[in-house]
Structures are given as C-alpha cells and as structure tokens.
C-alpha cells in the first residue's frame, strides 16, 4: 500500500497465524521482483524473487504471488514466528535497470 | 569477512562539515551499490560500481556526493558541505554478479544524522 514518511502500513498478526504482505507496482515494464526483510538496525535481507514469466513462487514458508493484470505483488509467510517482525519491502526492476524499492509494511508478530 | 562491513555505523556531523562513509564488500564481489534510506522510506539508489569503474552515478542527488572504489574491493561515500537532508541511513551492498540487483548483499549501514 501507500505509505508517507513515518506513517508505514502495519500488519498486526497472532504467532502462528499467516500473514500476507501486499504491495502495488507502477511499471509494467517490470520484469523481476524480490522481497526484502529489514530488521531494526540491520541491512535488508533477501526473502523470495519472482520474475514475470511466472505467477507464483514458494521458499521456505513463504510465497510469493505476482499479478501482473493488476500490477499487485504479495509476500505471504505461513505460521508467521515472532522472529518475522520487521519492515518488508518490494522491489522491482526492468530489465537492464536498477532497482526500485517500496515504502515498505511494517510487520507486528504478537505472541 | 562473511559480510558486507560499513563504517561508522553512526556519524553525527554539523551542517557544512564533509563526512566520508565505508563500505567493506564480501570479498570477490565485482558489484557495489550504495543506496539511501530516509527514515520509514525504502532504499533509494545512488550509485553503482562494475570492479572500480563507476558505471553508475545517476542517483546522486547533488555535485556534492561523491564516490570511489579505487581497488576494486573498498568504496567510499563522500559528502561534501553536509545539509540537514542528507540525514539518513546509507547502505552499501554487494553482489557477485556484474549488474548485480538480483543477488544484493546489503551492511548494517551508517546512520548519518546531520544537525
């Protein structure tokens, strides 16, 4: 979603519940996408990619789904643990291109 | 090392000093990004280094951000005559594949705060 300054979206969850992280794209000329994770203090961190040529993609309790129709991304992570707080990011690029990031979701793991 | 190292991971300059930020990349890495991070923003790109050339410079916001990696390994950030909106947190990544978005390996950052 849309975020302004401070005021990042926040997704509050239940420990072991799933959670799915939404993010909107503008270029449909993008053609590879990745998910980041940043906790406080530290670098992002490599999550999941996707390329355009496919819809869906899954890893280690996380999938992630691409919707080029509608240019809408989604990171969903099964029985989210609080060790998945932190911000999560999208990122996209065209081809040839640099990445572009998101504003980021901030994601609340209650136990 | 194992990782991408910058250093300081804090710096706090006064408006008009030149501050000078480092990044340490996973050895062997031809690929080095530096990016910015405003406070609750995603990172933005700054610039871009293939082994030492600097093939990238286009996300520099002014003349007074300037970068190098004269070895091909360590690259610094340089910014000239501070301004309160250079506040923010300066990461540096590395990949070991030219062009390197897919593969990013970002630091810790520096947070530089500038009063």
């Known amino acids: 979603g849309e975020s302004v300054g401070l005021h990042l979206p926040t997704l509050s969850v239940q420990e072991g519940d799933n959670s799915i992280i939404n993010c909107a794209y503008s270029?449909?000329?993008?053609?590879?996408f990745i998910w980041y994770k940043q906790e406080s203090g530290k670098g992002p961190q490599f999550i999941i990619d996707?390329?355009?040529?496919?819809d869906k993609r899954q890893g280690q309790r996380v999938t992630v789904l691409l919707n080029k129709t509608v240019k809408h991304l989604s990171l969903q992570i099964a029985a989210t643990q609080p060790g998945d707080s932190a911000v999560y990011f999208c990122?996209?690029?065209?081809?040839?291109?640099?990445?572009?990031f998101g504003a980021g979701t901030i994601l609340r793991v209650k136990s | 090392g194992a990782g991408v190292s910058q250093s300081p991971r804090y710096k706090v300059a006064k408006r008009g000093q030149d501050v000078a930020l480092r990044c340490d990349p996973i050895?062997?890495?031809?690929?080095l990004f530096w990016y910015q991070q405003a406070l609750g923003q995603g990172p933005e790109f700054l610039t871009y280094?293939?082994?030492?050339?600097?093939?990238?410079k286009s996300g520099l916001p002014s003349d007074r951000f300037f970068a190098e990696r004269p070895e091909g390994s360590v690259s610094t950030l340089k910014i000239q005559r501070t301004q309160q909106e250079d506040s923010a947190v300066y990461l540096c990544?590395?990949?070991?594949?030219?062009?390197?978005?897919?593969?990013?390996?970002f630091g810790s950052g520096t947070q530089l705060s500038v009063l």
């Open positions: 990544a590395s990949s070991p594949i030219r062009g390197g978005d897919e593969k990013l390996f």
């Open positions: 270029n449909s000329a993008s053609d590879y």
């Open positions: 996707i390329r355009s040529n496919m």
């Open positions: 990122a996209g690029a065209e081809y040839g291109n640099k990445l572009v």
């Open positions: 050895s062997g890495h031809v690929s």
């Open positions: 280094f293939q082994n030492e050339a600097q093939l990238d």
